[in-house]
């Protein structure tokens, strides 16, 4: 999950993992400086979980998930999957 900034209005928020924060920015400039600090912070975490519970917690910390596929071929657990419609 890498952040993004998205346009709101008039201004512009940082968006990490499909949810948005609640800071609103005047500037692009400013978004997209935020959106840098937050993923720099969230990697520094990522990396003292690693070192402490080894990669399946550095995976965690990440949002990656490592578990297999459900039948659409993605690790979607919702009821009808995003990228393929409805399973």
Do not use: F, K
């Amino acid at each position: 999950m890498i952040a993004q900034v998205i346009q709101v209005d008039d201004t512009w928020r940082v968006v990490i993992g499909g949810r948005a924060l609640p800071t609103r920015y005047r500037t692009l400039e400013a978004a997209q400086l935020a959106a840098i600090e937050e993923d720099a912070e969230r990697h520094t975490a990522a990396r003292q979980t690693g070192m402490a519970s080894g990669v399946q917690g550095y995976n965690d910390a990440m949002g990656w998930d490592t578990a297999p596929p459900i039948p659409c071929g993605h690790h979607c657990y919702t009821n009808g999957c995003s990228r393929c419609s409805d399973w």
